[in-house]
T-cell receptor, first 116, second 111 residues
């Protein structure tokens, strides 16, 4: 079964610094997708970025980029120039391939706190 | 842009009661997913529908059932509620394999 590992339960970073949130995954599939979500204290799950296993370039979305190292099975999220509003729980997830649809398997999350 | 709509946002029920959660996916999305997130936990997949047909089932108790209607909205029905069912229930929708957008969630409290 697929598995997602986030080894950092919590991280504290100074405002305006860059931060890297680690994510490693385990799968035997050749085709898969990796997602990052942000969950603020209000509870909603906000989609940040997606990386497909066949994508040759690292995904980027504004201040978010995904450092995809396929051979190492890692998909770390990089947030540049962190802001106070980035304080939240961050989940890495992998798409599990099923016929006709997909479901996400989540890691346990990393709680990021940005200090002023 | 339109987002996934869930109702109600908060629900309080007593043990052994029933609850119905509703989800309205983003227009033209062909797949709906339901997830359960317990306190301090990561979301766990419950069930999904692709073009109104059930496509996959996760750790969903037999007391729970779900369906997707002709207008693509979906309902999660929960019966004989237990204290352990207290959680945040997310609906997500997507089109294709590269996206899955979550709704704001329904916070269910069972007392």
């Amino acid at each position: 079964a697929q598995k997602i590992t986030q080894t950092q339960p919590g991280m504290f970073v100074q405002e305006k610094e860059a931060v890297t949130l680690d994510c490693t995954y385990d799968t035997s599939d050749q085709s898969y997708g990796l997602f990052w979500y942000k969950q603020p204290s209000s509870g909603e799950m906000i989609f940040l970025i997606y990386q497909g296993s066949y994508d040759e370039q690292n995904a980027t979305e504004g201040r978010y980029s995904l450092n995809f190292q396929k051979a190492r099975k890692s998909a770390n999220l990089v947030i540049s120039a962190s802001q106070l509003g980035d304080s939240a729980m961050y989940f890495c997830a992998m798409r599990e391939r099923v016929q006709g649809a997909q479901k996400l398997v989540f890691g346990q999350g990393t709680r990021l706190t940005i200090n002023p | 842009a339109a987002g996934v709509i869930q109702s109600p946002r908060h629900l309080i029920k007593e043990k052994r009661e029933t609850a119905t959660l509703k989800c309205y996916p983003i227009p033209r999305h062909d797949t709906v997913y339901w997830y359960q997130q317990g306190p301090g936990q990561d979301p766990q997949f419950l069930i999904s529908f692709y073009e109104k047909m059930q496509s996959d089932k996760g750790s969903i108790p037999d007391r729970f059932s779900a369906q997707q209607f002709s207008d693509y909205h979906s309902e999660l029905n929960m019966s004989s509620l237990e204290l352990g069912d207290s959680a945040l229930y997310f609906c997500a929708s997507g089109l294709g394999k590269t996206e899955q957008y979550f709704g704001p969630g329904t916070r269910l409290t069972v007392t």
